[in-house]
């Protein structure tokens, strides 16, 4: 249960480094250092590649968290209770659901099965 809550926690303060980013008062470091950090959590591009067993997935778990917590440490407390503040609202509003964005997703998903499907007739 403890795991789940460090895990919830770590995702919130992705967002909340997020918010920090584009604050003001946050130093061109500690945006650089938020910027490296999520475009190394999204990168596909790992330090140990996922493929070697066990530690490819210890990259990533002990990695990360680290990598968060360091770039959480250069950014003012001020900055970062505001911004923790933004997300605690965000994630209290109820997601509004916008089906009009999946659409074009649909319609294109149609014209390549359609298409498949002329193309064994």
Request: aromatic share 10%; glycine share 4%.
């Amino acid at each position: 249960m403890q795991i789940k809550k460090w895990a919830k926690k770590i995702k919130s303060e992705i967002s909340v480094l997020v918010l920090a980013s584009k604050h003001v008062d946050t130093s061109w470091y500690a945006k650089g250092a938020i910027l490296f950090t999520i475009g190394y959590a999204l990168s596909p591009i790992d330090l140990i590649p996922d493929f070697i067993p066990v530690l490819g997935y210890l990259d990533d778990v002990i990695l990360l968290p680290l990598m968060i917590t360091g770039c959480i440490h250069l950014i003012p407390d001020a900055v970062m209770n505001e911004c923790r503040k933004k997300v605690q609202n965000l994630e209290a509003e109820p997601v509004k659901k916008q089906w009009v964005y999946g659409i074009p997703i649909l319609l294109i998903w149609g014209l390549i099965i359609w298409k498949v499907i002329q193309f064994f007739k």
